[in-house]
């Protein structure tokens, strides 16, 4: 669909090239025909300040939305923008199919030349999308005005983005607030790819600005971050970039200084080809520019986020995460951010999950990503991970979905039980606990092997929680703790295979009761010590919290579970499952 529309687009592009509404670029010029398809605008438009455009509203508006459809931009992002001028540009690019955001900084006299009674100043996103969720949070500031960071999450090119503005301070030492405000932005992705652009008021001259290495850099859940016009060589020259080199921390300037202060940034590991574009928006000759900042136009193709060997890992970050389902029949995701610790939560799954049973142990596809396994109502589905842990169309697993009514019945993908290298699912009935052996995938499609399910575990499987841990033992195959529903005591069975579980060793530091700690899941090692660790709700009054429960030594294969670290505060009594 999107190839469709790029095609279209370069015609009128085309068309448009003979009437073009920008005089070229310094530099490095982007031909909007031929850029990379996921493209950003940011430009900070000086809407209450000495540089305030003399234009009015109407034709002001007309100019930004000219450059915007001309660029086919799939996100716009304004600085310096008066509440006004947001409404009018919004009101602009709705037919357009754009959803828009808005960041209040403070109010301020010098935006009633656009009129409105609304004098708010502060940040705007626009996103080619029917609908996005809004995130906001000013930086810690030292008694100058607020500084936002403003961020949408939602599809972006046909990929759940988070995209993210800011307009850093010079006055925030050491660094404008960019680690501050990373850290808001690693959070609320939650795992997926970003876009981060902006004003960042850093941009030495001439080239590299220390002050930007936190994005650069980049966090684990973000992952390191390529610049927009990192490989524009016409400004290579400049102090601190190597003239053979093939990316350089420099750039066109974007104000009349010759400095950089406007910025794209883009996580490295879900695009490449970046290119950037400064420019000055063409004016009437009796007009003053439209902003003292060049407009800093962005493109980039998307790249596909492959697998890691974490277990647990939906998001390709190389972390462990976890599911929930909600009692509203939503699924969401909690993206692991080390440590035990979580970023907020993602919805990953709209309607249709009441009473599901969900796990991810195990690439069910072939496409070397974890996916996700789900029993809904009587029926067994394989949700393919598209790589940052958003699900495609779900897959009837084996072929055969229906068939798991019992309701004692718990289908769990486990990983891989009885060392083939192929993923198996885990199912506690009330006769016991079986292992049903998966087969390769075929033609991306889930199979379970030729081979009749085996009972591995006994009837006192009824009354246990089956919990995955992965491979405790470091024999490669995965192995199970069990949970005593009533005692709360936790149980480990090391795999043998496709053979009976043999003995089982209690966990030290319990007991874990069903009726303190509702629902429990483990994603194996999350803290890194090599010994697997757990999350469980606690319950606290009329409400439940989530804790993190590190595990301890004392012989990998015994161990136990330490002390609880509350890490999600009230809300999980709404939970059903997690997985």
């Known amino acids: 669909m999107r190839f469709l529309h790029r095609a279209a687009a370069v015609l009128a592009l085309l068309a448009a090239a003979v009437l073009s509404t920008a005089a070229p670029a310094a530099a490095d010029v982007v031909d909007p025909a031929t850029a990379p398809t996921v493209r950003t605008i940011t430009y900070n438009v000086c809407g209450a300040s000495t540089c305030q455009s003399t234009l009015d509203l109407p034709t002001w508006t007309a100019k930004v939305k000219?450059?915007?459809?001309?660029?086919?931009?799939?996100?716009l992002m304004l600085q310096e923008l008066c509440f006004t001028q947001w409404t009018s540009v919004r009101t602009a690019l709705v037919d357009a199919g754009y959803t828009a955001v808005w960041g209040f900084a403070r109010k301020t006299s010098n935006c009633e030349h656009w009129g409105g009674t609304d004098n708010g100043f502060g940040l705007g996103i626009f996103v080619r999308a029917s609908a996005v969720d809004r995130y906001t949070a000013n930086l810690t500031t030292p008694g100058t005005e607020p500084r936002p960071v403003l961020c949408a999450r939602g599809p972006v090119d046909g990929r759940t983005t988070l995209v993210c503005n800011v307009h850093l301070d010079q006055k925030i030492t050491p660094d404008n607030g960019s680690a501050e405000a990373l850290r808001y932005v690693d959070g609320w992705a939650a795992g997926l790819p970003v876009i981060l652009g902006g004003?960042?008021?850093?941009g030495t001259e001439p080239g590299y600005d220390p002050m930007l290495d936190p994005v650069r850099r980049g966090l684990p859940g973000t992952g390191p971050f390529a610049e927009a016009d990192e490989n524009d060589h016409e400004w290579f020259e400049q102090a601190g970039c190597d003239a053979t080199a093939t990316e350089c921390h420099s750039g066109e300037p974007t104000v009349a200084s010759g400095k950089?202060?406007?910025?794209?940034?883009?996580?490295?590991?879900?695009?490449?080809?970046?290119?950037?574009?400064?420019?000055?928006?063409?004016?009437?000759?009796?007009?003053?520019?439209?902003?003292?900042?060049?407009?800093?136009?962005?493109?980039?193709?998307?790249?596909?986020?492959?697998?890691?060997?974490?277990?647990?890992?939906?998001?390709?970050?190389?972390?462990?995460?976890?599911?929930?389902?909600?009692?509203?029949?939503?699924?969401?995701?909690?993206?692991?951010?080390?440590?035990?610790?979580?970023?907020?939560?993602?919805?990953?799954?709209?309607?249709?999950?009441?009473?599901?049973?969900?796990?991810?142990?195990?690439?069910?596809?072939?496409?070397?990503?974890?996916d996700v396994l789900a029993r809904i109502g009587d029926e067994l589905w394989v949700y393919p991970n598209k790589g940052s842990g958003e699900l495609g169309a779900r897959i009837a697993m084996g072929g055969r979905p229906t068939g798991w009514s019992?309701?004692?019945?718990?289908?769990?993908?486990?990983?891989?039980?009885?060392?083939?290298?192929?993923?198996?699912?885990?199912?506690?009935?009330?006769?016991?606990?079986?292992?049903?052996?998966?087969?390769?995938?075929?033609?991306?499609?889930?199979?379970?092997?030729?081979?009749a399910a085996l009972q591995i575990g006994d009837a006192e499987w009824a009354g246990y929680d089956v919990i995955l841990p992965g491979d405790v033992t470091g024999d490669g195959k995965a192995d199970v703790w069990g949970r005593d529903r009533a005692t709360g005591q936790i149980r480990q069975y090391a795999s043998q295979g496709a053979q009976h579980l043999g003995t089982a060793r209690d966990l030290t530091g319990g007991p874990w009761t069903a009726a303190d700690r509702r629902l429990a899941v483990s994603a194996g090692d999350v803290t890194g010590d090599g010994l697997p660790d757990l999350w469980t709700t606690r319950t606290a009054d009329t409400a439940e919290n989530l804790e993190f429960l590190p595990g301890t030594a004392g012989g990998i294969a015994v161990g136990g579970l330490g002390t609880p670290t509350t890490i999600g505060t009230g809300g999980w009594q709404w939970v059903t499952a997690l997985g």
């Open 406 to 451: 019992n309701a004692a019945a718990t289908p769990l993908a486990a990983g891989d039980v009885d060392g083939d290298g192929l993923p198996d699912v885990l199912a506690r009935s009330t006769t016991g606990l079986w292992l049903h052996r998966g087969g390769p995938a075929v033609d991306g499609r889930p199979t379970f092997a030729a081979k």
């Open 199 to 202: 004003d960042f008021n850093a």
């Open 66 to 75: 000219e450059q915007t459809l001309a660029w086919d931009a799939d996100v």
């Open 260 to 370: 950089k202060f406007d910025h794209v940034f883009l996580s490295a590991r879900d695009f490449h080809t970046v290119r950037a574009d400064a420019l000055e928006p063409e004016m009437p000759a009796d007009a003053k520019p439209l902003s003292d900042h060049k407009l800093l136009r962005a493109a980039a193709y998307p790249e596909p986020r492959p697998g890691t060997s974490v277990g647990g890992d939906l998001t390709g970050d190389g972390r462990a995460d976890f599911l929930a389902v909600k009692d509203d029949g939503n699924l969401r995701l909690y993206s692991g951010t080390g440590g035990g610790a979580l970023a907020g939560p993602r919805q990953t799954g709209t309607g249709g999950w009441t009473g599901a049973a969900v796990s991810h142990r195990g690439d069910w596809t072939g496409d070397g990503r974890e």
